[in-house]
T-cell receptor, first 115, second 109 residues
Framework: KAGVTQTPRYLIKTRGQQVTLSCSPI?????VSWYQQTPGQGLQFLFE???????NKGNFPGRFSGRQFSNSRSEMNVSTLELGDSALYLC??????????????FGQGTRLTVV | KNEVEQSPQNLTAQEGEFITINCSYS?????LHWLQQHPGGGIVSLFM???GKKKHGRLIATINIQEKHSSLHITASHPRDSAVYIC???????????FGTGTSLTVIP
Protein backbone atom coordinates (compact mmCIF):
# COMPACT_ATOMS: atom_id res chain seq x y z
CA LYS A 1 0.00 0.00 0.00
CA ALA A 2 1.09 3.59 -0.54
CA GLY A 3 3.10 5.23 2.21
CA VAL A 4 2.67 8.60 3.85
CA THR A 5 2.80 11.26 1.14
CA GLN A 6 3.91 14.78 1.81
CA THR A 7 3.70 17.53 -0.75
CA PRO A 8 5.51 19.45 -1.90
CA ARG A 9 8.92 17.90 -1.21
CA TYR A 10 10.78 21.17 -1.52
CA LEU A 11 9.62 24.74 -1.23
CA ILE A 12 11.24 28.16 -1.24
CA LYS A 13 9.32 31.11 0.17
CA THR A 14 10.06 34.70 1.03
CA ARG A 15 9.88 36.19 4.52
CA GLY A 16 6.40 37.39 5.32
CA GLN A 17 4.65 34.99 2.98
CA GLN A 18 2.53 32.09 4.11
CA VAL A 19 2.82 28.43 3.21
CA THR A 20 0.60 25.36 3.28
CA LEU A 21 2.03 21.86 3.48
CA SER A 22 0.06 18.68 2.90
CA CYS A 23 0.24 15.20 4.37
CA SER A 24 -1.75 12.24 3.10
CA PRO A 25 -1.60 9.37 5.60
CA ILE A 26 -1.67 5.71 4.78
CA UNK A 27 -5.14 4.62 3.75
CA UNK A 28 -7.21 3.84 6.82
CA UNK A 29 -4.96 5.75 9.20
CA UNK A 30 -6.80 8.40 11.17
CA UNK A 31 -4.02 9.88 13.28
CA VAL A 32 -1.60 12.41 11.83
CA SER A 33 1.10 14.26 13.71
CA TRP A 34 3.46 16.96 12.49
CA TYR A 35 7.07 17.72 13.43
CA GLN A 36 9.65 20.36 12.64
CA GLN A 37 13.31 19.48 12.22
CA THR A 38 15.94 22.20 12.40
CA PRO A 39 19.70 21.82 12.81
CA GLY A 40 19.64 23.60 16.15
CA GLN A 41 16.56 22.07 17.76
CA GLY A 42 16.30 18.64 16.21
CA LEU A 43 12.82 17.19 15.75
CA GLN A 44 10.05 18.90 17.67
CA PHE A 45 6.37 18.15 17.91
CA LEU A 46 4.00 20.63 16.27
CA PHE A 47 0.51 19.12 16.51
CA GLU A 48 -1.46 15.93 16.34
CA UNK A 49 -4.85 15.27 14.74
CA UNK A 50 -7.24 12.40 15.05
CA UNK A 51 -10.55 12.24 13.19
CA UNK A 52 -10.42 15.94 12.26
CA UNK A 53 -9.77 17.05 15.85
CA UNK A 54 -6.55 18.54 17.14
CA UNK A 55 -5.57 16.42 20.12
CA ASN A 56 -2.29 18.02 21.12
CA LYS A 57 -0.23 21.03 20.22
CA GLY A 58 3.44 21.64 20.76
CA ASN A 59 5.12 24.81 21.91
CA PHE A 60 4.98 26.82 18.70
CA PRO A 61 3.59 30.30 18.02
CA GLY A 62 0.12 30.84 16.66
CA ARG A 63 1.57 31.38 13.18
CA PHE A 64 1.67 27.60 12.96
CA SER A 65 -1.72 26.02 12.45
CA GLY A 66 -3.14 22.88 11.00
CA ARG A 67 -6.25 20.96 10.18
CA GLN A 68 -7.39 17.52 9.19
CA PHE A 69 -10.05 16.66 6.65
CA SER A 70 -12.65 13.93 6.71
CA ASN A 71 -10.44 11.75 4.50
CA SER A 72 -7.67 12.08 7.15
CA ARG A 73 -5.46 14.19 4.93
CA SER A 74 -3.89 16.96 6.95
CA GLU A 75 -2.50 20.36 6.14
CA MET A 76 -0.32 22.66 8.14
CA ASN A 77 -0.05 26.36 7.53
CA VAL A 78 2.63 28.80 8.55
CA SER A 79 1.79 32.47 8.20
CA THR A 80 4.14 35.45 8.16
CA LEU A 81 7.17 33.27 7.48
CA GLU A 82 10.43 34.00 9.27
CA LEU A 83 13.93 32.89 8.32
CA GLY A 84 13.93 30.58 11.35
CA ASP A 85 11.01 28.63 9.92
CA SER A 86 13.39 27.09 7.40
CA ALA A 87 13.25 23.41 8.30
CA LEU A 88 12.21 19.92 7.33
CA TYR A 89 8.54 19.41 8.19
CA LEU A 90 7.66 15.82 8.79
CA CYS A 91 4.36 14.10 9.30
CA UNK A 92 3.60 10.69 10.72
CA UNK A 93 0.45 8.62 10.48
CA UNK A 94 -0.87 5.75 12.54
CA UNK A 95 -3.99 3.66 12.56
CA UNK A 96 -5.57 4.67 15.83
CA UNK A 97 -5.09 7.16 18.56
CA UNK A 98 -3.17 7.36 21.83
CA UNK A 99 -4.46 4.19 23.38
CA UNK A 100 -3.19 1.85 20.74
CA UNK A 101 0.25 0.63 20.03
CA UNK A 102 0.09 0.55 16.28
CA UNK A 103 3.12 1.35 14.25
CA UNK A 104 3.58 4.90 13.01
CA UNK A 105 4.82 5.62 9.52
CA PHE A 106 6.72 8.74 8.56
CA GLY A 107 6.53 10.75 5.39
CA GLN A 108 9.59 11.91 3.45
CA GLY A 109 9.09 15.45 4.70
CA THR A 110 8.80 18.85 3.08
CA ARG A 111 11.95 20.92 3.09
CA LEU A 112 11.00 24.58 3.44
CA THR A 113 13.53 27.32 2.82
CA VAL A 114 12.63 30.88 3.74
CA VAL A 115 14.72 33.58 2.09
CA LYS B 1 16.29 17.89 30.22
CA ASN B 2 15.47 15.86 27.09
CA GLU B 3 13.08 13.00 27.45
CA VAL B 4 15.25 11.01 25.04
CA GLU B 5 19.03 10.82 25.12
CA GLN B 6 21.15 9.16 22.45
CA SER B 7 24.79 8.24 22.37
CA PRO B 8 27.16 8.64 20.75
CA GLN B 9 26.37 11.85 18.85
CA ASN B 10 28.88 11.01 16.14
CA LEU B 11 30.39 7.70 15.14
CA THR B 12 32.95 6.78 12.52
CA ALA B 13 33.54 3.12 11.72
CA GLN B 14 35.49 1.04 9.27
CA GLU B 15 33.49 -1.04 6.84
CA GLY B 16 32.67 -4.41 8.40
CA GLU B 17 32.68 -3.22 12.00
CA PHE B 18 29.89 -3.96 14.47
CA ILE B 19 28.13 -0.76 15.53
CA THR B 20 25.98 0.02 18.55
CA ILE B 21 23.89 3.14 19.10
CA ASN B 22 22.21 3.65 22.44
CA CYS B 23 19.01 5.38 23.47
CA SER B 24 17.77 6.12 26.98
CA TYR B 25 14.44 7.69 27.82
CA SER B 26 12.89 9.00 30.97
CA UNK B 27 9.14 8.72 30.37
CA UNK B 28 6.66 5.90 30.13
CA UNK B 29 6.26 4.86 26.54
CA UNK B 30 3.95 2.83 24.40
CA UNK B 31 6.52 2.28 21.66
CA LEU B 32 10.01 3.20 20.53
CA HIS B 33 11.07 3.71 16.93
CA TRP B 34 14.49 3.73 15.37
CA LEU B 35 14.59 6.06 12.39
CA GLN B 36 17.16 6.54 9.64
CA GLN B 37 17.79 9.79 7.81
CA HIS B 38 20.20 10.12 4.89
CA PRO B 39 21.72 13.54 4.17
CA GLY B 40 19.14 15.79 2.57
CA GLY B 41 16.64 12.98 2.68
CA GLY B 42 13.50 12.12 4.49
CA ILE B 43 13.09 9.80 7.41
CA VAL B 44 12.53 6.05 7.28
CA SER B 45 11.30 4.04 10.23
CA LEU B 46 13.59 1.03 10.70
CA PHE B 47 11.92 -0.55 13.71
CA MET B 48 9.05 -0.16 16.10
CA UNK B 49 9.61 -1.84 19.45
CA UNK B 50 7.49 -2.24 22.53
CA UNK B 51 9.45 -5.15 24.01
CA GLY B 52 12.25 -7.58 23.28
CA LYS B 53 14.24 -7.63 20.09
CA LYS B 54 13.73 -7.29 16.33
CA LYS B 55 16.01 -8.07 13.41
CA HIS B 56 15.91 -6.91 9.79
CA GLY B 57 18.87 -8.09 7.76
CA ARG B 58 22.02 -6.65 9.34
CA LEU B 59 20.08 -4.43 11.75
CA ILE B 60 19.07 -5.52 15.24
CA ALA B 61 17.12 -3.45 17.75
CA THR B 62 16.58 -4.29 21.39
CA ILE B 63 14.62 -2.64 24.15
CA ASN B 64 14.62 -3.06 27.92
CA ILE B 65 11.43 -1.49 29.23
CA GLN B 66 12.43 -1.76 32.89
CA GLU B 67 15.72 0.04 32.31
CA LYS B 68 14.19 2.48 29.78
CA HIS B 69 16.92 1.72 27.30
CA SER B 70 17.17 0.63 23.69
CA SER B 71 20.06 -0.21 21.39
CA LEU B 72 20.40 -0.35 17.63
CA HIS B 73 23.10 -2.66 16.32
CA ILE B 74 24.46 -2.83 12.80
CA THR B 75 26.47 -5.92 11.94
CA ALA B 76 29.03 -5.92 9.11
CA SER B 77 28.61 -2.19 8.56
CA HIS B 78 28.72 -0.82 5.03
CA PRO B 79 29.27 2.71 3.65
CA ARG B 80 25.61 2.81 2.59
CA ASP B 81 24.72 2.62 6.31
CA SER B 82 26.14 6.13 6.67
CA ALA B 83 23.22 8.22 7.90
CA VAL B 84 21.75 9.83 10.98
CA TYR B 85 19.96 7.38 13.27
CA ILE B 86 17.26 8.81 15.48
CA CYS B 87 15.53 7.25 18.45
CA UNK B 88 11.89 8.29 18.88
CA UNK B 89 9.50 7.37 21.67
CA UNK B 90 5.74 7.56 21.72
CA UNK B 91 4.51 8.35 25.19
CA UNK B 92 1.93 6.20 26.95
CA UNK B 93 -0.43 9.11 27.37
CA UNK B 94 -0.30 10.75 23.98
CA UNK B 95 0.23 10.00 20.34
CA UNK B 96 3.09 12.36 19.61
CA UNK B 97 6.73 11.39 19.42
CA UNK B 98 9.73 12.68 21.33
CA PHE B 99 13.02 12.39 19.55
CA GLY B 100 16.65 11.97 20.43
CA THR B 101 19.14 14.34 18.85
CA GLY B 102 20.38 11.64 16.53
CA THR B 103 23.63 9.76 15.96
CA SER B 104 25.54 10.65 12.83
CA LEU B 105 27.19 7.49 11.51
CA THR B 106 29.93 7.47 8.89
CA VAL B 107 31.18 4.14 7.61
CA ILE B 108 34.50 4.36 5.81
CA PRO B 109 35.33 1.85 3.05
Amino acid sequence: KAGVTQTPRYLIKTRGQQVTLSCSPISGHRSVSWYQQTPGQGLQFLFEYFSETQRNKGNFPGRFSGRQFSNSRSEMNVSTLELGDSALYLCASSLRDRFSNTEAFFGQGTRLTVV
Amino acid sequence: KNEVEQSPQNLTAQEGEFITINCSYSVGISALHWLQQHPGGGIVSLFMLSSGKKKHGRLIATINIQEKHSSLHITASHPRDSAVYICAVRRETGNQFYFGTGTSLTVIP
